[in-house]
């Protein structure tokens, strides 16, 4: 199946502008796979089998450990398709307190000789009220996280209550929630990874977690950083997230780097796919390091083949995700990553997924 999407479908999609082609990609799992009828076909064609799996993290249950990253379905209409297609987990948004129709187009711009993406959407998205309502609605076949930003026009001295609203208004709908400083199209949010700020943001929602909680267990809280910190940064961010008992780190966004391409890339805005893979691992390895693999991080960024994905999980990563590699690979994607990763696991000689994680096995 995986040819007839490369010979066929890829070449008609990437004949259309990137944004429409996304448009028409996201359309074609909502009603495509709108019933549960069709969902049940797509999993028999394009479903992933783990038989290391379920990986049982910060209370969740995940049935394999590849997620589909933010952005490719901000406003949580493709959630139960996406896990049809073999995701293990959806993180929906980014999502802002208020609606926001985000940068004009152009915005979204492929590097088919690098296979990357440069975007600058700047969270395009319905606001989290219809987005939570529209979770609601569904009961869902894998594990939902909500992304949460901050809406363009509010001043970075001013995110925090805006974050915390959005972030009330998230909890319910969401197995997890992830805080992204990270994106580089909303001007300055990347200023709220710096350690004072995020401190104190960290500690606002923390505090209401606790407070929506009650006596139960926290909502397991994510923040996801960018590729483009400094080593330091890092240290200071995984000491941050311990102190505030997150339940991981999400490394990492896009990058503004622009090294080592070879296409023109001459459009602003955040790279994703192949040129980001080994930097977001880069992180990955030295969050793992310096929490002494007490942190739990999701590793994202450039996961087109399994061995990639299980690059990032002998570095440290608990769970991946990925979108660029999605994009170029279609719906088989996820199923040849996750059956791909268990192959490698079987052929290492590993006994559980657990022993993988920082192993730092080479695939
Ligand atoms: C078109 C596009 C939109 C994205 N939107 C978001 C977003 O809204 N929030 C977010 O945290 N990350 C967003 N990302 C970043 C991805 O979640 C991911 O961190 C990054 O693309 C690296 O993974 P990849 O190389 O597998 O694409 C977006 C990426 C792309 C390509």
Redesign the pocket.
């Known amino acids: 199946m995986s040819w007839l999407f490369r010979k066929l479908v890829r070449p008609a999609l990437f004949a259309l502008n990137p944004e429409t082609a996304?448009e028409f990609g996201i359309d074609a799992l909502r009603f495509g796979l709108g019933t549960a009828a069709a969902r049940n076909v797509a999993s028999r064609l394009y479903g992933s089998e783990f038989s290391f799996g379920p990986i049982e993290r910060f209370g969740l249950r995940f049935a394999n450990p590849l997620g589909i990253?933010?952005?490719?379905d901000?406003n949580g209409v493709a959630v139960n398709a996406l896990a049809a297609l073999g995701f293990g987990f959806v993180?929906v948004?980014?999502v802002t307190l208020r609606p926001q129709t985000g940068n004009p187009k152009p915005r979204?711009f492929r590097l088919v000789e690098d296979g990357?993406?440069i975007?600058r959407?700047g969270?395009n998205?319905d606001g989290v009220e219809r987005v939570v309502a529209r979770l609601r609605r569904a009961s869902h076949r894998c594990i939902v996280g909500i992304?949460i930003?901050k809406n363009r026009d509010v001043p970075v001295d001013d995110a925090i209550p805006n974050y915390v609203d959005c972030f009330r208004r998230a909890y319910s709908a969401a197995d997890y929630v992830?805080v992204?400083v990270?994106?580089p199209n909303t001007p300055n949010l990347r200023e709220l990874q710096r350690p004072e700020s995020l401190r104190e943001l960290l500690r606002e929602l923390q505090n209401v977690n606790g407070e929506l909680s009650g006596t139960s267990a926290l909502k397991p809280l994510f923040v996801?950083i960018a590729p483009d910190v400094a080593e330091s940064d890092v240290e200071a961010i995984v000491g941050i997230a311990l102190e505030f008992d997150l339940a991981g780190l999400?490394a990492?966004?896009?990058t503004v780097e622009r090294s080592g391409l070879r296409s023109d890339a001459t459009e602003t805005g955040?790279l994703?796919?192949?040129p980001?893979?080994d930097r977001?691992t880069g992180i990955v390895r030295l969050a793992h390091r310096h929490s002494k693999g007490r942190l739990p991080i999701i590793g994202?960024?450039?996961?087109f083949s399994a061995g990639d994905a299980f690059e990032k999980i002998a570095a440290g990563a608990s769970l991946v995700?990925?979108?660029?590699?999605?994009?170029y690979g279609g719906p088989s994607f996820a199923g040849e990553i996750v059956r791909g990763l268990d192959a490698i696991l079987t052929r290492l000689g590993f006994t559980s997924y657990e022993e993988a994680v920082g192993s730092g096995a080479r695939p």
């Open positions: 996304h990253a933010a952005g490719f901000k993180e948004g980014t979204l990357a993406l975007n959407l969270f998205n992304n930003g992830a992204n990270s994106s996801k999400i990492t966004n896009t955040g994703s796919g192949k980001l893979r977001s994202v960024g450039g996961i995700q990925a979108y660029t590699g999605f994009v």
